[in-house]
Nanobody
């Protein structure tokens, strides 16, 4: 059974940086390498939104709200997707999740909390 485990969140001041990791277990490297993966976030009282995605070939796309500040990457040898977040703003505060694109409902993990506050 596939499990996605997010980590790397925390409390950071505005303007700070964090690097999130998403490790996929229960899946072969070959299968993971062909998945398009995304980072999603859900802020209190808001719907979950897609903020970044990366294809099997390494092409990336970002939500306008994070473009130029966030960078998604992947290491297929480690079955891991990363999200480097720079110049963080209070409005980036949310629980961050990774998942396949399109979403596979059974694969949601616990997420990792990111709080941007002074």
């Amino acid at each position: 059974q596939v499990q996605l485990v997010e980590s790397g969140g925390g409390l950071v001041q505005p303007g700070g940086s964090l690097r999130l990791s998403c490790a996929a277990a229960g899946i072969t490297r070959i299968m993971f390498s062909i998945w398009t993966m995304g980072w999603y976030r859900q802020a209190p009282g808001k719907q979950r939104e897609l903020v970044a995605q990366i294809t099997r070939g390494g092409s990336t796309n970002y939500a306008d709200s994070v473009k130029g500040r966030f960078t998604i990457s992947r290491d297929n040898t480690e079955n891991t997707v990363y999200l480097q977040m720079n110049s963080l703003k209070p409005e980036d505060t949310a629980v961050y999740y990774c998942n396949h694109i399109p979403v596979l409902q059974n694969y949601w993990g616990q997420g990792t909390q990111v709080t941007v506050s002074s």
